[in-house]
């Protein structure tokens, strides 16, 4: 049984920085599609950014120039650069095998193994 470990979450200003890991446990596999999601109160849950195990990767409009999705030694990061307000959600990452295209927008139901989930909040 694999399960996810996100870290990284926390409380910043308006253009400050984060960044939120994601590591695994259990059977793992290096082909696996991993993302991140976010979910803010009130509304669906997002994706974020995607990435494949070649490297290959796709973001959200709302974070593209800010936020970089990496994968390294089966952990994988997200860095968020000019954070704005309205980037405050929980934020999870995701893992599923390749069987659908990893760098095209993401379902969250597409996606099978899921972390607990970090609190990311952005204050004016």
């Known amino acids: 049984q694999v399960q996810l470990v996100e870290s990284g979450g926390g409380s910043v200003q308006a253009g400050g920085s984060l960044r939120l890991s994601c590591a695994p446990s259990?059977?793992?596999?290096?082909?696996?599609?991993l993302g991140w999601f976010r979910q803010a109160p009130g509304k669906e849950r997002e994706g974020v950014a995607t990435i494949t195990n070649l490297g290959g990767t796709y973001y959200a409009d709302s974070v593209k120039d800010r936020f970089t999705i990496s994968r390294d030694n089966n952990v994988l990061y997200l860095q968020m650069n000019s954070l704005k307000p309205e980037d405050t959600a929980m934020y999870y990452c995701a893992a599923r095998p390749p069987f659908l295209s990893c760098t095209s927008s993401p379902m969250a139901s597409e996606f099978n193994i899921w972390g607990q989930g970090t609190q990311v909040t952005v204050s004016a």
């Open positions: 259990g059977i793992w596999y290096r082909t696996y599609c």
